[in-house]
């Protein structure tokens, strides 16, 4: 792939990883993360909105 605009150093493959995040009244809640984000934002102080779905 000639367009391919991330390579690594040494020309092996890799991959790029985004979330989704959807901000609510009730806080953050990271869409593409098994636990809604509530692990990795308490780490920052942060309380992850309540799964709307649980």
């Known amino acids: ?6 390579i690594t150093t040494d020309g092996t493959w890799s991959s790029h990883w985004e979330h989704s995040v959807a901000l609510t009244e009730e806080g953050p809640l990271v869409l593409t993360a098994p636990d809604g984000g ?14 709307p779905l649980a």
């Open 1 to 6: 792939m000639v367009d391919w605009t991330v």
């Open 38 to 51: 509530k692990a990795k934002l308490a780490e920052y102080g942060i309380t992850a909105a309540p799964d």
